[in-house]
């Protein structure tokens, strides 16, 4: 037992200085990062709305731009409206596509949004910007995925981006410094449950 003790007392001392190496090593970024929240798991936009919140708590200066559920009510806008001060909001998109069954429509909101997109991350007056479902404008075909991708690297280096939505293309993980697949363990969806006010919108 002892002995046991020991090895691994000593095996944990080892494994905390490998990290604090490692830590020592990496250096700060000097620039903000390209992060992209994807596959078809649960939380996406609530990855991404928790690390505006973090980042606002810090005093950072936020914005949101959400590309598609321009008309749905959701507890995330109910709350954004509340602070009006701490967080800038573009909600560009139109409802869902099926719901709006009008392409050019679809692709003039998703146009305008990029351009928003383009002013707040070129400004240079913000350390974070979420383009939420940006991934799935450009999956329907609505945005130019080149465009997009020289866009995105072409912002200011004080501003982090994260993209988010399913079927981010291969073209912008390349480019990403940060990548994260949200996969499907389980989901109350396909138990027949509803979407949920407060958990899912
Ligand atoms: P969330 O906003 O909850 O973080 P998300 O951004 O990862 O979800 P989206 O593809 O944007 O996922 O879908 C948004 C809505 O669809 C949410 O109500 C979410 O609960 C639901 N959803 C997400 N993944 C699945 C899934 N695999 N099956 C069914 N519904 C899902
Ligand atoms: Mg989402």
Redesign the pocket.
């Known amino acids: 037992m002892n002995d046991n003790n020991q090895t691994h007392r000593e095996k944990m001392k080892q494994v905390k200085a490998d990290h604090l190496a490692r830590v020592k090593q990496n250096k700060k970024s000097d620039r903000g990062l390209l992060m992209i929240h994807t596959g ?7 990855a991404a709305f928790g690390t505006a919140l973090r980042a606002i708590g810090w005093g950072h200066d936020v914005a949101i731009v959400q590309y598609v559920k321009g008309t749905w009510k959701t507890g995330e806008k109910e709350f954004f409206k509340l602070i009006p001060d701490l967080l800038r909001l573009e909600v560009m998109g139109q409802g869902f596509t099926w719901e709006t069954q009008d392409r050019q429509r679809d692709i003039a909101a998703a146009t305008k949004a990029w351009e928003v997109s383009c002013d707040i991350m070129n400004s240079g007056d913000y350390d974070l910007l979420v383009l939420d ?1 940006l991934n799935i404008v450009l999956r329907d075909g609505y945005l130019d995925v080149d465009m997009v991708r020289q866009g995105l690297l072409a912002r200011h280096p004080r501003t982090t981006v994260i993209v ?3 079927n981010a293309p291969n073209s912008l993980i390349k480019v990403a410094d940060l990548v994260t697949s ?1 996969e ?1 363990v389980k ?1 109350p ?2 138990a027949g449950i509803k ?1 949920a006010r407060g958990i ?2």
Do not use: Q, V
């Open positions: 078809d798991g649960k939380g996406k936009s609530t479902e988010t939505g399913r949200m499907k989901h969806f396909d979407a899912d919108f």
